[in-house]
Nanobody, 121 residues
Framework: QAQLVESGGGLVQPGGSLRLSCAAS????????MGWYRQAPGKQRELVAT???????DYADSVKGRFTISRDNAKNTVSLQMNNLKPEDTAVYYC???????????????WGQGTQVTVSS
């Protein structure tokens, strides 16, 4: 079973909305941060939004005011509400979690398999 399970990707029209969700498996301990990255064809993977355990958030300038990230610490899940979507938002979106498989292991990055988001008429 994948350690990060993503859902919510799909095809939407410009101006539409979409909600992405990511759930970390129980094998990941001490999660300190969760977030979303995206990669469009021919471009490098870029940060979209992150949220720390404290609730502090960070957004890419291109999505501020349109996207909202939220986290459920008890369930080890993170969601990304995307509103007023634009064609330039089209990309594969990847969930990212910073945690560890055992308390004695160092913290590292976990990545989801990616979910396609396409914004087009």
């Amino acid at each position: 079973q994948a350690q990060l399970v993503e859902s919510g990707g799909g095809l939407v029209q410009p101006g539409g909305s979409l909600r992405l969700s990511c759930a970390a498996s129980v094998s990941i301990f001490s999660i300190t941060a969760m977030g979303w990255y995206r990669q469009a064809p021919g471009k490098q993977r870029e940060l979209v939004a992150t949220v720390a355990s404290s609730g502090s958030t960070d957004y890419a300038d291109s999505v501020k005011g349109r996207f909202t990230i939220s986290r459920d610490n008890a369930k080890n899940t993170v969601s990304l509400q995307m509103n007023n979507l634009k064609p330039e938002d089209t990309a594969v979106y990847y969930c990212n979690v910073k945690g560890r498989a055992r308390p004695t292991f160092p913290t590292r990055d976990y990545w989801g398999q990616g979910t396609q988001v396409t914004v087009s008429s």
